[in-house]
């Protein structure tokens, strides 16, 4: 009797992997949805494309891919031409450092995984760790 009961409390670690960092994810993106329309899409506009040679997109691309630099762009604003998706941007990007550690991953959550784009979970260590950092304009 005792081994059936354990084998359902062996199975709930595995089955948990496989599917909790999927609802997790979709939980942030939601959050995340919100911060996006309050604080980035006056610029990134609703769907991500950015305004072009002025704000860039954050919809379908690879400038997204360092986690590192997406946080601290966020924290630090950011400065000096750009490229994304081969065309140039030169506009200033204040910092959004007021915004929680939540908000942050939440936000980079949804624009890392919409539009076309799809990168690994931000999670709040991640956020707190470059927040700890010394400030820097990227």
Request: aromatic share 6%; glycine share 6%; net charge positive.
């Amino acid at each position: 009797m005792k081994t059936k009961a354990i084998i359902p409390v062996l199975l709930v670690p595995v089955i948990s992997f496989f599917i909790l960092p999927d609802q997790s994810l979709q939980e942030s993106m939601k959050r995340g949805k919100e911060v996006y329309a309050l604080h980035c899409q006056n610029c990134h506009m609703e769907n991500g494309q950015g305004l072009e040679g002025v704000n860039p997109p954050v919809a379908k691309t690879t400038y997204l891919k360092d986690t590192k630099k997406n946080i601290g762009i966020i924290l630090n604003g950011q400065t000096g031409e750009i490229t994304v998706n081969g065309k140039k941007y030169n506009a200033i990007m204040n910092p959004l450092n007021y915004l929680s550690d939540q908000e942050i991953a939440d936000v980079l959550n949804y624009i890392r995984n919409s539009w076309g784009n799809k990168y690994p979970m931000v999670t709040l260590v991640q956020v707190k760790t470059e927040r700890e950092k010394p400030a820097t304009t990227n």
